[in-house]
């Protein structure tokens, strides 16, 4: 059956690439006329970019703002054929993907080299600025993506280490708007879509927008994906003095979890890549609502007060079936014991509730920014777990594998668990200002955190601590086009797990130092910017030896990352569009108990990430992307090497202008040209769970904008 899937997906990418090679020529012969007649309708650099509110709580231009920040439009990601976040995070220097198992949907990264090994069943992300742990990627209702790198370069935000991810939605605009898209791709690959905006009242202000997808990930390793969603918002101004909003949004994700493939004499194994070695005995489910509140309102024409509120409620099951430690002695090379893991009903919480104020002023003589937030969250986590005793699983051989024997356990059959409990509770007072002066600016900020924070099954003890984040930066206006910063910039992230004393173990803590260049060249059509910068990690977990359980740890470790990042993008003609991103990241543990001054794994040293789109003429435009990354380790010990790739993508875009400003678009895209074979990522602990990447496929996408 596999084999007739192979044989039928190599025929449709033929049949693509056929088609994708005609086009060419057709878009050729289409233009008319001299290049003046061309109308891009590439956006020009938006001055006001919500990633720099982020980061200094005031609206600003990424310029302007001394931090290192990416926004990645959600245009640009479809220009791209991008249907995940990893798609996204490519245009992102320094953003590299680590293994989660929550699905295509659910997908985990790393920002720096930093280690994240710190967190469960979260994919460390912010939507709207606000974090929620286990929140999915959902194309249909991004309005960008924005990277901010490095700790505290978000302000009023707990970030990760490396940095902060935030997801941004669409929200209801002021006037009647809406699209729909369907995309299919091989392997079942799917996306349905459908965007609403209408304007209820005019003169009151107010907007509705509502969206809805169903979106299938591609079985082409034979494990299922799909998630349904639905998301409704409400919108209220008076002008500029207020605004209110309200959304609801709910998803249903239904997946199998996949652990890819394991590694023998330190490289991935050598068997076909869509190799499926676990049998769960049902499919897992994450399913969220989420109800959030805005309101903002101007005091006066230089400050203005915003109050942000956001719940989610999560459910969720998850079946587990994977390898189990080492290659079983006494069996023919490749076998393995299978393991059952079963989290029959997961609750999460989050209640997030933000008030700020953000002024303007002048004292002195000297222009002042200022920011200041006091927040509070709340996750609460009730993971029940179930573990089906190894004697019950069938082992399987990596290399002749024979389906079929792993049973389902049996109503009433004897299991192992415990239950992992969290609870979170944080209060934090943030404070910050921008004094600017002729061509400088100085940034000085701080965060204050009371944590109550208790992780592990039960008996474990809390753990109460208090913490201060300051940092501070400064800036230089070199001319109207170029800026020059550097910072030091400092946060801290939860522990989630337990010591070998009982107790919940106090957060780790990051320090980084940067310098970098930004600029606008091309009359402000093209953005460039370099940092350089170092990271340092404290307080990390490790293996406590003292002790026989392997789950015990103390933060004693420490880690350090020192890289070097440029990105530019932006229209360079006419007819050229293009953006590039490329790091350089030397990541390593310093203090360890077992890895000590081993290469972080899942960090290549190089990344290089270029993409551009040469329009013909108005409808027909061809994109081309060259994604390359150098080699890296599959595990702590730095035992099995995943070995470097570059990768190819085309796209052959079509878009047809009606009447009314109603437009209609095709694309056909042909991602991994050159069927490279390669793995996208491995679990950060062990080398048995190794996911590769989906060799040449295609994605038809068609969407009706009105």
Known sequence: MRQEQTAVSHSHTAIAAAVFIALLPAAHAQQRGTLDEIRVSAPAPQPEQRTGTLATGLPGSVLETPFAVTTVPAERIREQAGTTLQDALRNVPGAQADSGFNGSHTQFFSLRGAVVDNGTGSNRVLRDGVRLSNYPYVPAFLESVEVLRGPGAAVGVRSEPGGTVNLVTRQPRMANFGSVLFGRGEHGAMEVSADLNRVISQDNEIAARITATRSDASEWRHVADRLDGVKLGLAKNDGDRMHLRMGVEATN?????????????????????????????????????????????????????????????????????????????????????????????????????????????????????????????????????????????????VYSPVYGRQPAPAPGAPTQGATTRQKLHSTAVSLQDQIDLGAWSLVGGVRYTQYSFYYGTAGVLPVDETRWSPKVALLRRLSDNDTVYANIATGIAPNQVASSTNRSLPSRRSAQAEIGWKSLWNGGQVSTDVAVYQLEQTGMISSDLSTVNPFDFTTVGSARSRGVEASASGQITERIRMSAAYAYTDARYLQNAVYGGQVVPNVARHTLNLWGQYAWNEEWRTGAGLYVQSRRFADEANTTVLPGYARVDLTQTWRKPLAGGQNVELQLAVRNLLDKPYYVSSHLHVSRWITPAQGRNIYVTGTYRF
């Open 253 to 397: 994700q239904t997946y199998q979890a996949d652990y890819g493939l394991p590694a023998a004499n330190g490289r991935p194994v050598a068997v076909p890549l869509d190799r499926q070695l676990g049998e769960p005995f049902a499919n897992s489910t994450t399913n969220n609502r989420i109800v959030d509140l805005h309101g903002d309102l101007a005091l006066t024409a230089d400050t203005r007060v915003a109050l942000d509120y956001t719940h989610l409620e999560g459910r969720s099951t998850a079946v587990r079936d994977v390898l189990s430690g080492s290659p079983l002695a006494n069996q023919p090379a490749g076998t393995y014991a299978r393991a059952t893991a079963w989290e029959p009903g997961t609750d999460r919480r989050i209640d997030s509730l933000v008030g700020s104020v953000t002024s303007r002023q002048r004292w002195g003589g000297l222009a002042h920014g200022l920011y200041a937030d006091i927040s509070y969250y709340r996750e609460d986590l009730d993971q029940p777990s179930l573990i089906v005793p190894a004697s019950s699983s069938a082992p399987i051989n």
